[in-house]
């Protein structure tokens, strides 16, 4: 058999194991994270249970309200900034989601959950960093908890990037969602805006990091 005949053979062999390969581990992370994330459900009313706190919110006189990616109206306070000049506020739905929003000076970044840290692009886009950040939790009887795995993953995000910053349980079936909202100037102070809230799931989503954060930034939670 000659040269031509045997890479031939080889070519044959290898090149559609190497297709399979590829195939099984695409089919493989669609049916242990996407799938998982379809069936996680948004909590509502989850730091205020005043049913008339949305219309409250955008009558405030210094309110803020955005529109979504996917068209949901959302309206929230001036912040409160504190001795170290970070910022608090939250986030209120018209469709009654809501959540709690972080104003992070930008010379200092975002650490917070799983964010180890943020660096501004422009005002839309930056490249955020996660690792294990030593966190913890702690459960019912005051056990103190790990649940993330040591790991450091750097991804650019855009206004309106929704993630798992990380599970709340080992079963996956409580997380913490953040979401991304660009820069915004408050007292000429330029600041990231992030807001997180809750998600749960019956069958509960897989916890390996960074897997489960790569997979649902390419997820849409609707909100």
């Known amino acids: 058999m000659n040269g031509v005949n045997v890479l031939f ?19 493989s992370d669609f049916y242990e994270y996407s799938v998982p994330l379809n069936t ?4 509502r009313n989850t730091f205020s249970d005043d049913p008339d706190i949305f219309q409250k919110t ?9 529109t979504s990616s996917n068209g949901n109206l959302y309206c929230y ?11 608090i506020s939250y986030v209120r739905g018209e469709n009654g989601i809501q959540g709690e929003l ?12 799983t964010m180890k840290n943020m ?14 950040n030593n966190y913890n939790a702690v459960d019912v009887i005051g056990n103190v ?36 909202l660009g820069i915004e100037t408050v007292d000429e ?19 390996t990091y960074p897997e489960i954060i790569q997979h649902s930034l390419n997820h849409d939670f609707g909100i």
Not at 105 to 112: L, T
Request: negative net charge; charged residues 25%; proline residues 2%.
């Open 40 to 43: 996680l459900i948004i909590d």
């Open 77 to 87: 306070e001036k912040p409160r900034i504190d001795d170290n000049a970070h910022g």
């Open 189 to 207: 102070s330029d600041y990231f805006l992030t807001w997180h809230t809750i998600a749960h799931s019956d069958k509960g989503v897989k916890c």
């Open 102 to 113: 972080h104003f992070d000076p930008v010379e200092k970044g975002v650490s917070y959950f």
């Open 145 to 180: 908890i790990h649940y993330v795995n040591e790991f450091e993953y750097s991804v650019l995000i855009e206004k309106f990037d929704t993630f798992i910053s990380h599970c709340r349980n080992n079963e996956g079936t409580l997380v913490n969602l953040v979401q991304y």
């Open 9 to 27: 053979v080889i070519s044959c062999i290898f090149v559609p194991l190497m297709f399979i390969s590829i195939s099984y581990s695409t089919i």
């Open 58 to 66: 955008i009558q405030k006189e210094d309110s803020m309200c955005y």
């Open 119 to 132: 660096t501004k692009l422009d005002n839309e886009k930056s490249i955020l960093t996660l690792a294990d």
